[in-house]
DNA sequence: GCTTGACTTAAAGCTAACTTTAAGTATTAC
DNA sequence: GTAATACTTAAAGTTAGCTTTAAGTCAAGC
């Protein structure tokens, strides 16, 4: 059983913000004794699932609603399945979009190691848009589909 | 050159957006014929620069910053450059992230597959925490670290 | 010449996710 | 017993990034 401020130093996450998920209803059922949260493994792990879900981009409500669906028992498993299918589709999608956002940022890169090089961006531009490096152009027109 | 309305379709970004990023400086210089802006190619490929720094998670100042940066020539190279690079490290850290994010949804995915099948979470609960299946204990210790 | 549709502005409004504040209670260390 | 520390609350404040509103200008088609 852990305090507050030891499920704050544990994550690394304000006491502040924790009450707030509390207020928000992401720990149902939460035991206290004399008014202070007693966060209990059940609640370490809905904090590890939280963390999970937000970085998939699911909104407080959305995480509250699945929340309540973890107290309903075996009713709701298909519910749930279908919550984690569906994120895990959404950040496979989000890891395609950084994949190309890399790209560019790579590309970036090389465009100012060569500028920094010839002084000015004369050969680069002289190059666009389509006789730049092999490489380089993979990542230019990965960038710009 | 382009209107705001067409840039707002080529982009799918709402002509509002653009003109808030334009007040927020991102189009430094940005031609006008009687009050109307003329989207030109330069402002095309801000516009990319923009989306892609974005993504990566800088923001709208910076992004102004680095927009000023890029009036100024080659006296400006090194911090395009160095801003590019610190970009891509932000991103493949998140990459990896996500990837952690992705085992834990996948660990989940299964988990409610086989309390599915079960009609229980019994046998899962007795498997924890290092006796799941191998594939799945990679993905719940990787969620777990 | 007048209607239509796309553009313009400044300013106010919105939302999510916290964060801070102010006032108070409870527990632990000495 | 008292001082320090950690907890409690409700409510107000903050921030980023838009989005909407209201009022107006401008060019093209009929």
Not at 75 to 90: G, V
Not at 111 to 138: F, H, V, W
């Amino acid at each position: 059983m852990y305090t507050i401020g030891q499920v704050s130093e544990m994550f690394s996450i304000p006491a502040s913000t924790l009450r707030y998920y509390d207020k928000e209803g992401l720990f149902p059922g939460i035991e206290r004794k004399s008014g202070i949260r007693k966060f209990s493994n059940r609640e370490i792990e809905a904090l590890r699932v939280i963390e999970c879900l937000k970085n998939s981009g699911l909104e407080i409500r959305e995480i509250k609603q699945f929340m309540e669906w973890s107290t309903e028992g075996s009713a709701t498993y298909q519910q749930r399945k279908e919550l984690f299918e569906t994120r895990l589709k959404k950040v496979a999608e989000e890891m395609d979009n950084l994949q190309k956002t890399m790209d560019m940022l790579k590309y970036k890169c090389w465009y100012y190691e060569t500028a920094i090089q010839d002084g000015n961006e004369e050969r680069i531009l002289s190059m666009l848009p389509d006789k730049l490096p092999p490489e380089i152009q993979k990542l230019y027109d990965s960038a710009h589909d």
